[in-house]
């Protein structure tokens, strides 16, 4: 355990694969050494070095496209399942919007070419992925990805909402051609952007 984690107050702001670029105010976690990571870890191996419900919120910015599901990894399943765990539940102010117990992930959208110039990235996640994170949403429509039929399933519980990032030439549309395009064209939608709240009973 790094003396940053020691020294840090329970819950942390955690900023996962931070790269060198890590968020202010926030411990770093990445796979690499870069200069200003608090945590050399990958996020392949669990569990991570977080107690339970240690983490009050997380930042995690272009990771989870490097992670696979494919070949029967199940690392984008850890993932989230791992995140759950060491997230503290999610806290609403009084206008409905989290202020503890929840994670921002950025990733490119699929539909923009940003997606697959990486040689490290792996298969899209979309918007439908989003779905399976709602156990009640997995026990109606895919009870063999819930660890309750599946060893390798999700056991988390995640309130999501999403946005996007708007190519330059989204600037001026009215909302009807905004939402087409993002439906329809490639390269309307830049990144994909998803706000989790931990829901823990």
């Known amino acids: 355990m790094s003396a940053a984690l020691q020294e840090s107050p329970a819950p942390i702001k955690l900023d996962i694969g931070c790269g060198p670029n890590k968020q202010s105010g926030h411990l770093g976690m990445d796979a690499i050494a870069f200069p200003g990571v608090d945590i050399v870890h990958d996020l392949r191996v669990t569990p991570w070095p977080l107690e339970d419900n240690s983490v009050a919120s997380a930042n995690c ?8 599901n ?12 791992e995140l759950w765990r060491v997230m503290v539940p999610v806290k609403y102010d009084a206008a409905g919007k989290p202020e503890s117990g929840f994670c921002r992930i950025v990733i490119p959208h699929w539909a923009s070419n940003r997606y697959y110039g990486d040689p490290t990235h792996c298969e899209p996640f979309g918007e439908m992925a989003i779905c399976y994170l709602d ?34 030439g989204m600037a ?30």
Not at 70 to 81: A, I
Request: charged share 20%.
């Open 61 to 68: 910015s272009h990771v989870l496209e490097h992670l696979t």
């Open 70 to 81: 494919f070949g029967g990894k199940w690392e984008r399943v850890r993932f989230f399942n």
């Open 135 to 168: 156990p009640e949403w997995r026990r109606l429509n895919a009870p063999h990805t819930d660890i309750e039929h599946n060893p390798n399933g999700y056991n988390c519980h995640w309130a999501c909402t999403y946005d996007y990032t708007l190519h330059a």
């Open 172 to 201: 001026g549309r009215n909302q009807e051609y905004v939402q087409f395009a993002v439906n329809y064209f490639k390269e309307a939608a830049q990144d994909l952007i998803v706000v989790a709240s931990c829901v823990k009973k």
